[in-house]
């Protein structure tokens, strides 16, 4: 019942999420975006897949870095999302990209199959089993190189706007978002082979990206 409550609410959000995001983010030349897609490695006729894309923001940036004969897909749980993804891409004349409408913790796609993997401002918001469990999917899916990156807020130096910002967490009812956010690379190093993290450019966000790695490779 929760889960269909939480599709519902994402749903009705569709309608004014991406103003919503921009006065949020203060990103309204997508940098952040663009940072994040940097750090995958994705190239022309790559394979990307951005999971809770919200309405596509990402998914897009992911569809230019990838090219004409790139391929692009955008998943996400709420319809309502998707819709908005689609209707983004077509005004931007963007036909790039896939819409998909499914659970990011049980992808229904092939192992191995991407380059790329992202998921941005969402992790957070995701039940504790649920945030492995996306981490897990992720590196299925990718190819053997292939990498998966997170972006979330860092958390505020300034201890007032560090309060706020951890009643704001908690405020999701996501159990244990608090412990992953402050474990930082940990969960990552616990799924992918190598893990590393960069300051995005408004020095409010973080991109961590697990690279998938056969057991025991070093090199």
């Not at 609410?9 to 569709?14: A, G, I, N, T």
């Not at 894309?53 to 955008?74: C, D, M, P, Y």
């Not at 402050?182 to 408004?202: I, L, N, Q």
Request: glycine share 12%; with cysteine; aromatic share 8%.
């Amino acid at each position: 019942m929760a889960r269909q409550a939480r599709r519902a609410f994402y749903d009705l959000f569709s309608r004014f999420y991406d103003p919503l995001i921009r006065i949020h983010s203060g990103d309204r030349e997508g940098r952040l975006r663009r940072f994040m897609v940097e750090k995958t490695g994705i190239g022309p006729q790559g394979r990307g897949l951005d999971l809770c894309t919200g309405t596509g923001a990402v998914a897009i940036e992911l569809g230019r870095a990838a090219g004409e004969k790139g391929f692009v897909v955008g998943l996400d749980f709420s319809g309502g999302m998707l819709r908005k993804g689609r209707e983004k891409a077509r005004c931007l004349g963007f036909g790039r990209v896939s819409w998909v409408e499914a659970d990011a913790a049980s992808l229904p796609l092939k192992d191995a199959s991407f380059d790329a993997v992202t998921c941005s401002h969402a992790m957070y918001e995701l039940p504790e089993d649920v945030r492995r469990s996306v981490m897990v999917e992720a590196r299925r899916v990718l190819k053997e190189g292939g990498r998966f990156c997170m972006m979330e807020h860092e958390i505020p130096g300034n201890p007032l706007v560090r309060l706020l910002f951890r009643i704001r967490i908690l405020s999701f009812g996501s159990s244990g978002a608090w412990s992953f956010i402050r474990a930082d690379t940990r969960p990552f190093a616990e799924v992918f082979g190598s893990v590393s993290k960069a300051t995005a450019p408004s020095d409010k966000s973080k991109v961590i990206c697990g690279e998938k790695r056969e057991i025991g490779r070093t090199c």
